[in-house]
Nanobody, 125 residues
Framework: QLQASGGGLVQAGGSLRLSCAAS???????MGWFRQAPGKEREFVAA?????????????VKGRFTISRDNISEDNAKKVLHLQMNDLKPEDTAVYYC????????????????WGQGTLVTVSS
């Protein structure tokens, strides 16, 4: 139901664009991105309220990452969430996950009920 893609290997200073396709149900509240580096806890990256398009970012990615969303069917049954990542740094290396929840934007991973599989982003120095 949530399918993430777009990860890869990039040099520091480079860019990547992640996408997350949501289908099968209407995730009509909040979708977001989290990441987990080896040996670390899963951390919040960005989230967006789907209807109003209002974003929220972790301080570590503000000004470098942009979250956006597209409705690709008129009945909102299929949606795509994006994460444009610019000026990537080695510390951005992690597995990135998309997630969805009903309600308001939250930064705590435990509050998101629906999760996609991760996509690996590796930033070399």
């Amino acid at each position: 139901q949530l399918q993430a893609s777009g990860g890869g290997l990039v040099q520091a200073g480079g860019s990547l664009r992640l996408s997350c396709a949501a289908s099968g149900r209407t995730f009509d509240s909040v979708m977001g991105w989290f990441r987990q580096a080896p040996g670390k806890e899963r951390e919040f990256v960005a989230a967006v309220s789907w209807r109003l398009g209002i974003p929220d970012y972790a301080d570590s990615v503000k000004g470098r990452f942009t979250i956006s969303r597209d409705n690709i069917s008129e009945d909102n049954a299929k949606k795509v969430l994006h994460l444009q990542m610019n000026d990537l740094k080695p510390e951005d290396t992690a597995v990135y996950y998309c997630a969805a929840r009903q309600g308001r934007r939250e930064s705590a991973a435990r509050l998101y009920r629906y999760w996609g599989q991760g996509t690996l982003v590796t930033v070399s120095s």
